[in-house]
């Protein structure tokens, strides 16, 4: 069960830290989703390839158990790092070895496979594959986040660009925000878009990511309650539910944003992204760390497409665009927000 405001909570508010209160106190002083496809299949011998079937069962060719895990070789590892980067773009190095065996290990097991090779054949020639890949990238990628994380592009938000939105032609207002992880993000942008705007003017927010299990999380609009920490209190006081019963010690977010918001899975190095018309604003923060300068360019580039005449980007502020800005017709207007400029 879910109900409104945060009348139980309040005594957690004298614990939250100085640098949250400050956060909120800037913030609170300016102041149709998609289901997504559950892609956790289970896997079976049947439908894999003849290299890989006779290692299920969990066990080796010997028919001895490998509990632990297998060791991951050097060679294998570099096979695994072209295909992560072929298929997401993403970069690893060598040096990452010991994170990407660790991560993967859980998926060898679970497959019952006896070897980082034998795993690396499911990925090449399984009926299965293509799903499989989704969840090994899954297992790679940091989907760390939070609500309202880096404020200052939120008070900027609000400041220096809604304004000029509230009178401009646009019917509605379209944002993006790629690279959602979990949610925190989208849900962030949407309860600052309904407060500016009431009911003045009609918005939608379309929020993107590579992994399938990050958007289960964030299409249920779920969290746990020290995870509200970062939102200003007023705000999570009028957008989000309070969980009882079953739901006790979790949230919300509440139907009339939750609906504002679509959520899709979207690989930023394909070919085809399906982005329904152009919007005014792209959020794609502390995703641009993990591509290398040419992949950068080339979503950098996509992404201007998709912008309207007068758009913004906004990235991470450990990220930069390496003078690809101006080259692509970009304008910095602040540290790690860009203008598009005809």
Known sequence: MWGRGLEHHR???AEASTDVNERNSSLGAQITASPVVNHDHAFGPASCGEPVR????GGSATGRKNPGGPNLKDSEARDLI?????HSGIVLTLDKKHLISSRLNKRV???GLRSFRTYLDYL???PERDIEMVSMIDEITT?????FREHQHFDFLISNILPGLVTSEWSTLSFWCAGCSTGEEPYSLAMVLAEYFGTTRNFTIFATDLSTQALRTAYRAIYANDLGASIPFGLRQKYTLTGHGSQTGKFRIAPELRGRVTFDQLNLIASD???PGTVNIVFCR?????????????IIARFRRHLKSDGYLFIGHSESLGGLERKLGFVQVKPTVYALRQ
């Open 11 to 13: 005594a957690n508010r």
């Open 109 to 111: 097991r679970k497959l």
């Open 143 to 147: 989907n760390k986040t939070e609500f």
């Open 82 to 86: 072209a295909l992560i980067y072929e």
């Open 286 to 298: 502390n995703t641009m760390i993990y591509f290398d300068q040419k992949t950068r360019g080339e």
């Open 54 to 57: 006779q290692w299920y069962a």
């Open 273 to 275: 992204w399906k982005i």
């Open 124 to 126: 090449r020639y399984s």
